[in-house]
């Protein structure tokens, strides 16, 4: 019987560029060729012996689905109650835009308020089983606090690295994480670089992105969850903020894992990057037919976690990208602002501004016919706009004398 602490399929590890084997029970990073690494599971026992119908006793969060998450041993798993996120559907939102079959995914409900705790709550359980003590990881801010949690729920030290113009909450939760964090002066890629230069003499493993093979498993949970809450009847479509893009890659994978459990079929749904118009690299290389997309000069964007100009996987995405008929788009800063606002006060979803550039992609794409009105489609909004005071605030700056200067006055008169 496979249910809480359930044991895992977990059978390898198989490189994603030159299909190289190692194994799982050990610590890795990139593969010796430079490609990342992905877990692989044994599809055929786990087919002959889990069913969807186990899920009823499963718990309520990512790892109900254990069974084809890395870890070996439950005891390992350090979890804040990350995932089983809400799948809303967008009633009122979805009339406006004249699509009636509109959903949010809202990852914003995740422990420390963004997606990324799916991917550090799997990480972290790992380093636990591999006994792995210092991590490392340069973030674009959500990623690094989800990391500094996860590692204070577990007793293990985390070295953060991330620019100097982080939204202030990320800098603020790691530093009561009890993180140790350092602020760059440039972008994801330059904390990369200095990650890569310290952690052998510091004693560090890199969890940055696709640069081990557990933070995508976790995320491709968001895979599994949009399967079985459309009742393993996948959408039409899934609009994604895309970055590393691990998010994508990793529903992708889902989907294929499940095909070959047999509890979907072969159809998939279009998977949509989205960009900001100031940091495109995904969607240049896809306009372009390219395999592989090119570093972006002068990345800038308000959307933090957009602001990556060069990902690792970036084969991966374009290749999932195309092989699910998706495309790629980009959209402006006060496009999302627009549409972040439109979602908080259609919908009561306070966004953030990734998952806003959902919003303002689905106008589009329904606007010029890629996506038909009655097609269902699923908007990822990847965290919460809680995390992003300052960036919203600059659509509802205080006057002078606002309520709360009013009330300050009076309690401490000035
Ligand atoms: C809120 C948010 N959305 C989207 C992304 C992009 O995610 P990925 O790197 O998985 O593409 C990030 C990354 O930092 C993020 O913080
Ligand atoms: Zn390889």
């Known amino acids: 019987m496979v249910g809480m602490g359930s044991r895992s399929f977990v059978s390898h590890l198989e490189c994603s560029l030159c299909h190289k084997r190692d194994a799982a029970r050990e610590a890795h990073n990139l593969c010796e060729c430079g490609g990342p690494l992905l877990v692989r599971y044994d599809l055929q026992r786990a087919r002959a012996e889990w069913r969807p119908e186990q899920l009823g006793a499963a718990p309520r969060s990512m790892w109900r689905y254990a069974p084809l998450l890395p870890v070996s041993d439950p005891r390992h798993v350090v979890s804040l109650g990350e995932g089983w996120t809400p799948l809303i559907k967008a009633k009122r939102l979805g009339k406006r835009l ?84 350092s602020l760059v002066d440039g972008l994801i890629s330059d904390c990369a670089r200095i990650v890569a230069e310290r952690k052998a003499a510091e004693g560090w493993f890199d ?6 093979p557990y933070r995508i498993e976790g995320k491709k949970t968001m895979g599994f969850e949009v399967a079985e809450q459309f009742n393993w009847d996948l959408p039409d479509a899934i609009l994604y903020p895309a970055g590393g ?90 496009e999302m602002l627009d549409a972040g606002i439109e979602l908080a006060s259609t919908e009561g979803i306070f966004a953030a501004p990734e998952g806003a550039a959902c919003v303002a ?31 919203w605030s600059t659509r509802f700056p205080r006057s002078a004398v606002s309520e709360q200067d009013k009330l300050g006055g009076l309690i401490t008169p000035r």
């Open 98 to 181: 004249e699509a009636e079959n509109l959903w949010v995914k809202d990852e914003g409900l995740n422990p420390t308020g963004s997606f990324k705790a799916r991917g550090l709550s799997c990480a972290v359980s790992m380093c636990v089983e591999l006994g792995l003590r210092k991590l490392a990881i340069p973030s674009a801010g959500n990623a690094a606090g989800a990391l500094a949690g996860y590692a204070a729920a577990a007793g293990l030290e985390s070295h953060i690295f991330m620019p100097i113009d982080v939204p202030e909450a990320n800098l603020v939760e790691c530093r009561a994480f009890g993180a140790h964090v």
């Open 207 to 212: 969890v940055g992105t696709l640069k081990e």
């Open 245 to 334: 893009g691990v998010g994508l890659i990793g529903m992708w994978k889902a989907f294929d894992e499940l095909e070959q459990l047999g509890w979907i079929g072969s159809k998939r749904p279009k998977m949509i990057a989205v960009q900001a118009t100031g940091c495109a690299p995904i969607v240049r290389a896809f306009e372009t037919g390219q395999a592989r997309s090119e570093f972006w000069r002068g990345a800038h964007t308000i959307a933090a976690g957009l602001r990556v100009p060069k990902a690792l996987g970036d084969f991966l995405m374009l290749e999932a990208i195309r092989a699910s008929g998706g495309t790629a788009i980009a959209v402006t800063d006060a």
């Open 361 to 391: 992609a689905v106008r589009t794409l329904i606007g010029n016919g890629f996506l038909k009105g009655t097609d269902r489609i699923v908007l990822f909004n990847t965290g919460s706009g809680y995390k992003y005071l300052e960036t």
